[in-house]
């Protein structure tokens, strides 16, 4: 009974040290999240992910190595709002540059380390290669401006650095956009410590002895962010569209299709694990590829289910596509290169029959003896022939057992009259009498 009472005890002591240790290990960890290249909304999925991922592991901090040239806006808001969120500490260290919606990213984290050459600012908001209109300036300048603030740092530095209207005198004039070296950013109090590594940046803030998991991100993460790139997603819809209109254009093994789906799946899937697009917008596009495909192969003419399947086809992309100007920008690049694709293809590759119907293919080569009415004029001049008709002063010549329309330079010309080519003046054909007389 006794042993039994022992036993009892020492399982229930060893349970509770298996349960404590771990805890105990979770909580000495900083769970680095990268930050590199552009702001996409795969990368906003991504860093929400791992703050999740810390969260459950009870993580001491959340560290965000940044470096970026900045990105969607909305992405980043998205990023900030998650940040803020959290329980957990929050860090940023800058390992290289934090522009534009990068700079949002950090002032959404409690303590900032940027490493000597690191800048930070340039954060305007633009449409496209335009600055964005002065209500999204407003807002995004506001937001930027309420992230630093909440974290203890000068609001109007942050506003700055997205508003080119605010001047900070020794600073930044108006009409410029601020961005702050690592010795200006330390200096304004926008940055906590200058360091120059991740360690040190560690140590700086009290986690020196902690241990450190870097997330990598699932496979499916690091696809959905590399489709969603601004320069790679209207790349995958141009060589889609191609493939699939080179597919149906030409003869061919399927290769062309093959790719063209490829790139689609790509496209659509990577969108929607991205969280940009839900599944209505791949419905959407596959419906619109069989209204055009019905079209074009099997309804004459063109008329409701070619149009209704373009516009399903663009709005697909419109309700994929992570911003309206993304949209708009992959739907002028994909039609561009979809156009000039196809007419290099069908200018190599043999086309499908139905396709002849909409090409004049024939060709009157002068190998196979054809002459244009210009040539043809010139091989007359200075022969001799019969006229057919009066010449008032047009008529009708024969000529080498052809009957040829003519003028006379001479006034009226009997029929039968023997008469000679003088000149051919592009096509006209200028005939005098000739010396034999006017009959034979």
Known sequence: MRVKKIVTALTAVLIFILTIIPVYAASNLVYVIPVNGVISKGLSQQIGAGIAEAEKLDARAIM??????????????????????????????????????????????KQIAIVPGGTIGAAEPRQG??????????AWTKK???????????????????????????????????TLTHSQARETGMVDAVVASRQEALEEFNYGDAQITVRQGTIAER?????????????????GMAGLLLEVLTVGFGVAGTIGMLAMALFFGGHYLAGASGAEAVLMFLVGLILLAMEILVIPGFGIAGIGGILMLIVSIFLASVSVSQAITSLLVA???????????????????????????????????????????????GKEGRARTPLRPAGTVDLEGEPIDVVTDQGFIPRDTM???VRV??????????????KE
């Open 64 to 109: 965000l190595e940044i470096d970026t040239p900045g990105g969607a806006i909305d992405a980043a808001m998205n990023i900030s709002k998650k940040l803020t969120a959290t329980r957990i500490p929050t860090i940023s260290f800058i390992s290289g540059d934090a522009l534009s919606a990068g700079a949002l990213i950090a002032f959404s984290t």
């Open 129 to 138: 290669s335009e600055k964005a209109d002065e209500k999204i300036v407003s």
């Open 144 to 178: 930027l401006a309420a992230a630093a603030q909440a974290n203890g740092r000068d609001p109007k530095i942050a506003g700055a650095m997205s508003d080119a209207d605010i001047e900070i005198p020794g600073l930044v004039a108006k009409g410029k956009l601020l």
């Open 223 to 239: 696809l959905a962010r590399w489709t969603t790139h601004p320069y790679i997603s209207p790349i995958l819809l141009m060589v």
């Open 335 to 381: 039609v561009v290169g979809s156009i000039a694709l196809l007419l290099v293809s069908i200018r190599f590759l043999p086309t499908r029959r139905w396709w002849q119907r909409f090409i004049l293919s024939d060709k009157q080569e002068r190998s196979s003896g054809y002459l244009s009415s210009d040539e043809k004029g010139e091989t007359y001049l």
């Open 419 to 421: 008469v000679k080519v």
């Open 425 to 438: 003046e592009g096509r006209r054909i200028v005939v005098r009498k000739s010396t034999e007389g006017e």
